[in-house]
């Protein structure tokens, strides 16, 4: 059981972790993409969108490739001491990549709602792009951007096929409940795995139950 509450406070600070790494820069692309209309925003959206419907283990492949010794993210890395692959750091990195599209989707639907004429009078009263950005968007778009940061936590609770390649399944070092999952139902243990999705299931519950709640507050703001 120690070693139970061992991977679910692991997989929490992973899923935390990956959260918060990719907070800013969803919400700086989501805010892009909200107000981009020039060329090419239909492919920056669709190529953010492609861990959604690629295989994850293709994705882990990929990260694999550029984050590895030979690759040429994983060689300026290492030049400078930092290890990725096969370390916890892979498993917030499989779990942000993974998460990412979705806090994205919603945040720019957020911003989008944001009504343009309190954007532009927020301007005539002397505000810049940030004061606009920090006294009008973000406050009517918050409801939207926490929806899409607990919809990415939960993905990350749950990151399974990408982890296991950039990250391995090491217990003690790498092993999340979804990799624990796999390898006690390897190892024939099955009432233990089950153990872990009941534990599993009710962590994503309770994320995805947040997001419908954020989700309802906001639609309820919406139709005032």
Do not use: Y
Request: charged share 15%; net charge positive.
């Amino acid at each position: 059981m120690a070693g139970d509450l061992g991977l679910l406070a692991f997989t929490l600070a992973v899923a935390a972790c990956a959260t918060a790494f990719i907070l800013p820069f969803g919400v700086a692309v989501a805010l892009l993409l909200a107000h981009w209309r020039g060329r090419g925003r239909s492919l920056l959206e669709t190529a953010l969108a492609l861990p959604l419907v690629l295989p994850p283990t293709a994705v882990g492949l990929l990260l694999l490739e550029l984050f590895g010794r030979m690759g040429p993210l994983g060689s300026a890395l290492d030049a400078i001491g930092l290890e990725v692959v096969f370390t916890w750091k892979a498993v917030v990195l499989a779990a942000s990549v993974m998460s990412f599209p979705l806090l994205v989707r919603s945040a720019r639907t957020a911003f989008e709602e944001v009504d343009p004429r309190l954007s532009a009078i927020a301007r005539t009263l002397g505000h810049g792009r940030l004061g606009v950005l920090a006294r009008v968007e973000l406050p009517l778009a918050w409801r939207g951007i926490l929806a899409g940061a607990l919809l990415a936590f939960a993905r990350a609770l749950g990151e399974f096929g990408a982890t296991i390649l950039v990250a391995g399944n090491i217990p003690g070092r790498t092993q999340t409940l979804s990799l624990a999952i796999f390898h006690r139902v390897q190892l024939g243990r099955d009432a233990e795995a089950m153990r872990l999705v009941a534990l599993s299931t009710a962590l994503a519950f309770l994320a995805i139950w947040g997001t419908e709640w954020v989700t309802r507050e906001r639609a309820r703001r919406l139709a005032r």
